[in-house]
């Protein structure tokens, strides 16, 4: 195992043992390691000729003779220190031997010839096969004993064989397996297991690998060449122990100073004290920067015969040379006796060997690879000279010197090199020569800026010289001052080699002896030769040592070198224990109490420090006490009682119930809309990476680390929420039960629930699964380094959250929230930085007052060091430091943290007798530990705090330290007689808690729960229990703490701690929400800051916003923007008082009763903001105060009245309101305390302090920088700029899971970051709940739902049987002309025999400035819906998007010219056809004439056959019009054709490419909806003359061409059948409605008998209320729009007004009608309309002609028409526009007598017009021969005659019977047809006229108003 630095373990039987029990978790589970092999030709002639003549004899001995065994030999050389870490997860040693290893895996072959995998290997089997043979690589034949008949082939690099004369071999094993193909085997042992060699003995390469095999004649293998190895047996032992030397990289980086990666090669850096191992390149911590130790030398072999130096010795940089003690792990059959002693002085230990950076640089870097991981081609090492390490180095001086590599060649080191370390800390920074121009272009430097070597060794003098005695080298610090240095001047002053010694002499002198200068002339050996010589001389307190001493050797030969010998005992300690990665010193710490070495120490601590023994001591207490126990409350710490009596003590009754109330506060809201808004951009994106339409359901699965009371508290988060319910996923009874079941451990079982979790998310293709990993920056060990550590698994996060399936399930989600978020930030990262959401912070919430919470956290604790009071809350606790560095001298062999560790348990356990039994001990306590220690035991004894305390939370991370102080500590607790006064828990991540039964029924008094079986399982659950809690684990696992806590202890965390997560993480546990008043005024924040327990606010980072559950917690959680809240915060309430049982949350929920609390309470949050202050005055009485005045020491009590002791605080809830009674000013709640180790304060003071602030260190010991030059980051860079920094800056290094990751970052993956407990866990869980709201918005459409106006029931019913209309029957049917449908409900009512009873509410003038909202209703889309251009789903997107091929050109453009009778002229329209699209039209045959559109045949019969083309007049909705009719089409083939205007037409071609576009002529850009139409039927009556025509040709009759089209508008969403009237069965609530495809409905309509004898189809408009009423009629005759099947035959002589905005198709309607024509409307089918709020046919927006004013005032109707040549404003707008405006506002000034007079309606001919809801219109036809209604006997209140045209005369005008003093109303295009028109009507014979009743609307002339004249009747 090797000599630790208390000297040879005791016995190989021990020994055994140890390894036996931790050999499980050295091994990594699995894993590719790949080293970088040691480049050691085995030949002296071999190296270059530049080797000391003068090499000592023994070394040359070394390498003369046979070349040494590989067994021995383990120098490395790497190209680059990064790579150090290369193999970090590979089995640090080699597999044990096969004959003494476990048996072959379950279920591996085992037949000889045949590897495991059960592939045949033997050479006669596979001769003639293709075998995949890498680069590099040879095929060799191996034998075995087994079946010595057959040869096995196997894949062997050829480095790692010999050359024709046995030479150059590397050592170690690389080999494939030819049959399975597994790669990447590196130990031969390992490889000899797997092709089932079965040997009895260790496996040798050279033994066994026998043939060269190469290809015949025939192509076939067959054996060739013996491989030549040389004999290994007759080696002479020292042959064995060969040199080597490793030269070091040429670029060192990443993680000098230590950190928490918990990966590591070699299992001596795991067990021996503080790793001491050897620097290769393999090594474990090279990677990153975290140099390897050197081992203690030993060379142990088993006597000469025996073939232990095998190859797989080399597997561990360390193991060469630990030979001398213990066997290592795998040699158990080994026995101190067989030991050869060796003298220390035989084996070399290479050190790292940095290279010269110089031309002849040894090692080149091979071009390809990157620097970070690049593997090194074999080079020849040049040899230097030697180093002896002195014996008992370590025991004689007290000190292990680290020496940290600078610029050159170190040389070997012999002897007890376990005594030494050697640090690549600042290497890096000398390497700032290889920095890229990409990097230096970013910096704004050049490469004539990049310092010389001489210059960098002032600088590093400089920075040595000022450091303080209690301060380490930060490598992050060092390279600012190098880049400083650069930028300010460049180049720097060249400096002579004669020059440099007495300016570095200059230097050193200001640090007052503290750092020496030594010069030596031949190498750095000599210098560092002498600096070990003099340290192992004297015993330490004869001398003064140096801290630092800098050895600067300027050779003529190799130019100027420098290294640096760290002799202060504090910072060589700090240094060489900060290289180790958190696991490693775990298992260092565990493995010096296992070994019983920390019992010195142990026994020091069996006295007091007043020199008694402390046992007996606390015995003698014991019996004095007889029984007695201390009261734990409502007394005094000197009073005594029984304890039986104590046991049975319950707290007074009267305090409030605490409900546990969960509410969303603003900035959660805020950032779940973030979130939500950053779903949406991916879905929007058009990466087709996730499409939000096709979801109808969200679920989740929150994956939290291995903690079981962080399961706990994420469950009941989830289930106070609500959040199951709101997802439907859950009913409100199973909610509670289940909601344990979305939260998932990272431990073993993760994968089952996965499997499970993803065979749901497999299984339902339309529901959204979100799978959040909470505190994602735990464990980011990549699956193949994943290993189990320190009892951890480790890569289990990136096994599950990164695995194959979860990356490509398309209704995925992945949400990583993470505190630390800089760990995911690398190069590397797999989350895009767009999809990142940070937490606002508390400035940009707004103004808030002193009463409300703010979040404090890091940053402010950092900050608060510049208050200036007299108790900070950010303290170092000086004294105790003063303690542990006198210990830490004493005990130089130990890890600091077990010294720390004893001097705490010490200090707690005396401080606790000096307030009981031994006051005179005060003196020797720490004034910090004695003041947490009086108010943890006095804060429940103080009036009104009802027996509630404070907790003190202790940081121990190794769980055996831990468990020791709890044991200890409930000892002398108990035996103090404090057993009821205080709990102590151990808080291990792996168990539950576990409290005391008498604590368990004091937290169910204060809760006022009656249920016997309650028990705390959170941390929170705690709240007001006075307790410490010793918090184990490696790291902080994201639990909240309740708001009692008051003291974070974190004195263990000291330079074991140097990157920026593993130190920020520890202080986030006492990150929470305080007054808001604390953060903001230093004069006022001195109380509470003594008083600091009220902090406890909100730390919770799962509640984080939530309230905790209180009642008063509920009240006064009062949220980032508090202010909205009216809530006042306050902590500790004060009980003496009367306590109040209302609790004022904000939204006004006031009761006692839990369940109300977290329904009532558990608000969704859109209304919120604008709901909370509506009651402030109330609000600011109810909260409770939370006075929090108990000072950390007993003196301050006093300085807050009696509620302000800390047991109130502790309970805060406790009388919540009572405080308000005395003053409405509520107590503050005032950060926690947290006493930190030395190391720690100093980079946490930050730019307060004296070095850099911890924002500055590595992010994570599993990144690295990619450049030692790059900016400062500061605490101020936030959010996006810090990701940019990061992912810029950091790498992810070989074990991070981001190594690997694609070049790509995934789409469906998003990061939340916020600071600690500042309430992400609401924030997710709101989130999910807005994402299902919008899930089902997006699934919802709003569509009017108005009832039709009532008819009365017609006394004629068709017969009720028939499934199509009998043309007779309908025939028969009576029209009804009144617009029935709600959306003419503001129009003219059309006059009939029947009109409706009602009279509608008469309106204001001004009403049509705020039309009334319509009714609408929110309808489920179902599978047959129309979608506008956001739908995208995997069916259709052919349909609706281009294809990336095709292009714009794709489409082609055709000019279609008619001529128009209407018009009177030629119209000319033009198509834009798709490619897709041609086949449904005809083209001329040179292909480029568009003839006509394609038409079917009436007799045609093809159930898939939809026969008409269906046109959608459109405008303003490209994106928003439901265009894409594929779904309501089943997919089916049909004709679909926009029309739009010309202007629009671009936009409408991005967005439909595949569409058929209609354009329209320039000039009706302008016109109203009915120009579309008109232009629709005009062009359709054409081409179905000209398809007659062509049919015609081909012998097909005129009369069976299909003649209808289908006009639909865009905004049709729905079809839906109504229970048919020939069904039988009528469910008893009407008939039920079931949603059917549009092709369904057309369908039904063309196969309509005699369809050719109807001129319009249509159907009803859907609204709620068709299900309530009685089943109708079948088939009505009566008005269609909307969506109309139109025969263009039939209507051939009845048009479209092409004039009109509005009411055309009423218009036409009645005109088709009045001409014989016959509608029919089938009741079965509904159609649903949805609510497009933009866009359509909607008002033009009316200014004036000539802009006057900046701002003028609206325009109303009354204003659209003028008097003829006025000077009245004139306007922009269409002069129909105006007209049909004006008569709809203004028409009772026009027809007085009309108004609201149904008897009595306006005459209309040839036209209907909407002129007002109050008058109603009775419409007459003109033309012979049409139908009318009959009206004889009815006297009309006015005539309209609008444009009429000859078919109207003077005779017909005679036939109307009109009242007295009705009106008239004539409209015509100009002046003379106006007067014309009156003249030729004859209308001067009973209408009279004045010149002032002529108007026109207000339009110039060039826009040609229409004009109108008005008379009377006489």
Known sequence: ?????????????????????????????????????????????????????????????????????????????????????????????????????????????????????????????????????????????AKSPSVPEHILVCAVDRRFLPDENGKNALLGFSGNCVGCGEKGFRYFTEFSNHINLKLSTQPKKQKHLKYYLVKNSQGALCKGPLICWKDCKTRQFSSSASTSKPSSSSSISSKENGGTNGHSSSPFS????????????????????????????????????????????????????????????????????????????????????PIVCSPGSVLAMPPAQPPVAGFVQPQPVSAGETVIVPDNLLNTSGVRPVILIGHGTLPYFYGNVGDIVVSPLLVSCYKSGQVTEKTLDNLSLSGSQLLSVETMILLTLQYLARLGSDQIPLREEFEQIVLKAMLCCPGGPAISASQLPWLARLEASVSGGGVQV?????????????????????????????????????????????????????????????????????????????????????????????????DKQLVRYQRRRKGQVIQPFQGDITDHIHSQEAASMAPPSETELLSEAFQIYPPQLSVARSLLSQVCSIADSGSQSLDLGRFCKVDFLVLVPPSHVLVHQTAQRIRQSGVLVDLGMEDASSALQKSDKYVVRLDGDVHVKMEAFMRKVKQNPYTLFVLIHDNSHVDLTSALSGSVCHGELQGLADRVVNCQEVLEAMNLLVLQVSCFPFTLQTHQSRISIHNEVHWPSNSSLGEQSANHLAYFGLKDYSSSLQWGVASPILRCDDAFEKMVHTLLERHPHLHSMVIRSYLLIQQYTEAMMALTSSPSLRDHITPETLAMVEDLISAPCREGSQGRGHMLLVRVPSLQLAMLAQERLEDVRDKLGLQFCFAVLLGSPASELNLPRNFISRLRAWRGYDNEDWVPHTYEDLEGLPCIVILTGKDPLGETFPRSLKYSDLRLIDSSYLTRTALEQEVGLACTYVSAGVVQDPKKAAAPRETERGKAARSNDGDELERPQSNGSDATRASGSLAENGVSSS????????????FCSPDGVTSRDESTMIHGVKQECDSFVSELPSNPSKASKAPPSLCSSSSSSSSSSSSSSSSSSPSSSSTQRPSQSTQCGRSAKPARRSPRTVILSRAAYNLLAGESGSQLSSSSLLPHADMAWSSPLRPLITHDLQGAEQSAFYRQWTIARQHHADYEAPSASHPRRLLLSGPPQVGKTGAYLQFLRILFRMLIRLLEVDVYDEDEVEEETPEFLAPVNTQWPDIEEIRKLPFDPFPRDPKFKKASPVYTDKMPKFLKDPKQEGEYQTPAKRETKSIRLSRFAAHNAFHHCEQCHHYCEASPATQLSECTFHAFTFCSSMLGEEVQLHFIIPKAKEQHFIFSQQGSHLESMRLPLVSTKDPDLLKSPIFTPTTGRQEHGLLNIFHAMEGAAHLHILVVKQYEMPHYRKYWPNHILLVLPAMFNSAGVGATRFMIK?????????????????????????????????????????????????????????????????????????????????????????????????????????????????????????????????????????????LCRFNFFSLMKKHIPVGGHKDFLVKPKLMEMENPSPISPSQYVCAPDSEQTLLAAPAQFLLEKFLQTCSQRLFPKAVRNRNNPVLSIDSYLDIGTEVSVCYINSRPHSTNLDHQGLAFSGLLLYLCDSFVVSGLLKKFHFLKGATLCVICQDRSSLRQTIVRLELEDEWQFRLRDEFQTANCSEDRPLYFLTGRHV
């Open 1131 to 1142: 902590d500790v309430a004060d009980s003496s008082q009367k306590p109040s049982t209302s």
């Open 1578 to 1718: 005009e062009l359709s009556y054409h081409n179905l003359e000209l398809e007659r025509n062509r049919l015609e040709e081909q012998g097909i009759k005129r009369q069976d061409v299909w003649p209808f089209i289908v006009m639909m508008d865009d905004s049709c969403v729905l079809w839906n059948a109504h229970q048919q009237p020939d069904s039988s069965e009528t469910s008893e609530g009407g008939p039920a409605f079931t949603n059917v495809s549009l092709k369904t409905v057309l369908q039904h309509m063309e196969a309509t008998p005699k369809i050719s004898l109807y001129s319009m189809c249509g159907t009803r408009k859907w609204s709620s209320g068709l299900s309530r009423r009685p089943a109708g009629q079948p088939y009505s005759r009566c008005h269609l729009h909307d969506f109309v099947m139109l025969n263009v035959d039939l209507t051939q002589n009845v048009q479209y007004d092409l004039n009109r905005y509005s009411c055309e198709e009423v218009d036409f309607n009645l005109r088709a009608n009045s001409s014989g024509l016959l």
């Open 518 to 614: 030594l010069v030596t002339h031949n190498s750095l050996g000599e210098g560092i030769s002498e600096s070990l010589r003099s340290l192992g001389e004297g015993p330490p307190h004869q001398q003064c040592l140096p801290t630092y001493v800098v050895i600067i050797c300027a050779s003529k030969m190799s130019g100027t070198e420098f290294c640096v010998i760290v002799l202060g005992k504090y910072q060589a300690r700090a240094l060489s224990e900060g290289m180790l990665t958190t696991n490693e010193f775990l298992k260092e710490i565990s493995y010096e109490l296992i070994t019983g070495k920390v019992s010195i120490l142990a026994s020091h601590f069996k006295t007091t420090s007043l020199g008694d023994n402390l």
């Open 1 to 141: 195992m090797g000599n630790s630095y208390a000297g040879q373990l005791k016995s190989a039987r021990f020994e055994e043992a140890l390894h036996n029990s931790i050999e499980a978790s050295l091994r990594s589970s699995n894993g590719d390691p790949q080293p970088i092999f040691t480049q050691l030709y085995l030949e002296p002639e071999q190296y270059p000729g530049n080797m000391e003549d003068t090499k000592p004899k023994a070394e040359l001995a070394l390498h003369g003779g046979d070349p040494p065994g590989p067994e021995l030999v383990n120098g490395h050389t790497s190209n680059d220190l990064d790579e150090l870490e290369e193999e970090d997860d590979s089995d640090a040693s080699s597999p044990p031997l096969p004959y003494l290893q476990a048996p072959v895996p379950d279920g591996c072959c085992t037949l000889d010839g045949f590897c495991q995998a059960g592939k045949d290997l033997r050479l006669v089997s596979i001769a003639t096969e293709s075998i995949d043979v890498p680069a590099g690589f040879e095929l060799v034949g």
């Open 270 to 353: 795991l067990l021996v004290p503080t790793a001491l191992r050897v620097n290769g390149p393999a090594n474990s911590t090279g990677a990153e920067g975290r140099p390897a130790l050197l081992s203690p030398s030993q060379a142990s072999l088993g006597p000469q015969g025996q073939v232990y130096r095998s190859a797989d010795l080399v597997d561990s940089p360390a193991s060469s040379s630990m030979n001398s003690g213990p066997p290592k792990k795998r040699h158990r059959s080994w026995h101190p006796s067989t030991l050869v002693p060796v003298p220390p002085t035989a084996v070399p230990v290479p050190a790292i060997r």
